[in-house]
């Protein structure tokens, strides 16, 4: 159950408060590609989250894509915005988590996994001792299996809640 739980819950990426990422040592991050940057449905990235993206990596954040999607949609969108990426990652396998975390050169306990979903991103980063972020996802319109996972996602949230685990 406490693979589960994401150590902070944001409702978009820009409502991320990097200070609290600075306090927990947090230099790197692995970030989600469907619905975390990116509408799973969409060919566009929105430009404030490209922003978003230039800014960390400005301040000197590492950053690293890891997505279950094909290597080509990962890759074109890690070449715009010129970041290292992991595709057919598997997640919550802990294969390509290790794969990130080894592209970003930083120790487990300096990076932050930020996504969308409990079940690949929260739960994957949780078995790795990193720090988890969950983000609300950009598009409700998704897969039938992903809405299925929502479903148990807002039941977990919901169980945490009521055993005092999450605020
Ligand atoms: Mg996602």
Redesign the pocket.
Known sequence: MNLLRPDYIAQSLQEINLNILRQNGIQGIIL?????IIA?DSPRMQPEIVDWIKELLQQRYRICLLSNNMTQRVKHIADMLGVPYVPRACKPSKAGFRQAIAVLQLKPSEIAVV???LF??VLGGNRLDLFTVWVA?LSANEFIGTKITRKIEKLTIRLLKARGLLK
């Open positions: 989600d590609l469907d619905n975390t799973w996504g969308d979903q690949t991103d996802p």
